[in-house]
């Protein structure tokens, strides 16, 4: 390689990790995501997402005449490169607010540096709730673990009409593990019965051990809230040893990688979500459309969505602040209530927690997600119910769901 194209190339890389350039007249924006790494498919629908609301925000005249734009930093996936991400974007690049993480555990690690600059900080997907204790500057769009925990119990006892279940949680996921809780509490508290909660560490390959004492129990379903690549594995090892239990979920299985690396073992199989790409109401299709449009007919997973929101929350924060100092925006955004977006109707509360519904999909023939129903924090009212997961006595009560719009 010659002098000249050795400085080309070095100058190439610069412009792309700078992610753009100073400009006096452009609002800067800070992204923290796993664009790579275990993990990689939840940063890159979240980014994606994020860039399509970016895209509507400058059709729309931008934030008072200013320009967005994105200065976005792998991870990796990890909280100590994630750490040293948000620091660099608050003290070098001065973004004026910041976008992720999608995991609980690297959340957790990010807020403390938000909170100490007094820079506004959405996690589009962290659903751990000790994400927004951490301080009043931190934020999330998504809905939170006791509440997914409770949608998914209640799912499981009452249309499964699944009366003893067993959990399968990844004891090194501040995300699993608040969900496994939430889940047992709830499951417990309406009459179900935990058989056993085993737990695995995040990066094991063999769970035949634990899943052979799961089978040995006999549930009716078994609750595994961990990540897709996971609990592909762990559904193509529960099929190999014959466990006949229905496997549910959270919103960690959504990945198109769920599929792949699990097949038609985790056919049949449910998970809570943000979302489906299905709903016919007038927004969501009209999302979906400009997503495909923008790349090249993909279909946005939850990830997406959530990463719309979380940016199209912040651009009308930031256009109706009074200016853009971390104080006065982190007032816009707390102020948020009745947000139009595209996972639902958002209001932020008062521990800076997103209010609004959750999906629960099926994995069903091929790796399609097929939406079962909607489920509101206030709304109760019956669907049509889907078939058990084992025979078992009838549900007491109609489940907390309302239909798609």
Sequence with gaps: ???????????????????????????????????????????????????????DLERSGGIGGKHLRMKTIDDQGKPEEAVAAITTLITREKVVAVLGEVASKISLQMAPKAQAAKIPMISPSSTNVKVTEVG????????????????????????????????????????????????????????????????????????????????????????????????????????????????????????????????????????????????????????????????????????????????????AAMKRSKDLSGPALREAIAQTADFDGVTGNITIDGNRNARKPAVVLKVAEGGKFEFVQRVSPTAPAAEAPVAPAAPAAPAPSAPSATPTP
């Design 1 to 55: 390689m010659n002098a000249r194209l050795a400085s080309l190339l070095l100058a190439a890389l610069a412009a792309l990790s700078s992610g753009c350039s100073k400009d006096a007249n452009a609002v800067l924006i800070g992204e923290v995501s796993s664009m790579t790494g275990p993990e990689a498919t939840f940063g890159q629908s979240t980014h994606k997402g994020i860039m399509l609301a970016v895209d």
């Design 136 to 315: 009043d500057y931190v934020f999330r769009v998504c809905f939170i673990d006791p509440f997914q925990g409770e949608v998914m119990a209640r799912f499981a006892k009452e249309r499964l009409n699944a009366s003893k279940v067993a959990v399968l949680r990844d004891v090194a996921s501040d995300y699993s593990t608040g969900l496994a809780d939430a889940f047992s509490k709830t499951y417990t508290a309406i009459g179900g019965t935990v058989l056993l909660d085993e737990s695995y560490h995040k990066g094991d390959v063999d769970f035949r051990a634990q899943l052979t004492k799961i089978k040995e129990a006999q549930p009716q379903a078994v609750f595994i809230p961990g990540y897709y690549n996971d609990v592909g594995l762990i559904a193509r090892q529960a099929k190999d040893i014959g466990l006949e239990a229905t496997l549910i979920g959270g919103d960690g299985w959504d990945s198109a990688k769920l599929y792949e690396v699990g097949g038609k073992a985790i056919e049949g199989s449910y998970f809570s979500n943000h979302y489906s790409v299905d709903d016919p109401s007038p927004r969501i299709k009209a999302f979906v459309e400009a997503y495909k449009k923008k790349y090249n007919g993909e279909l946005p997973d939850g990830l997406a969505a959530m990463g719309y929101d979380a940016m199209s929350v912040l651009g």
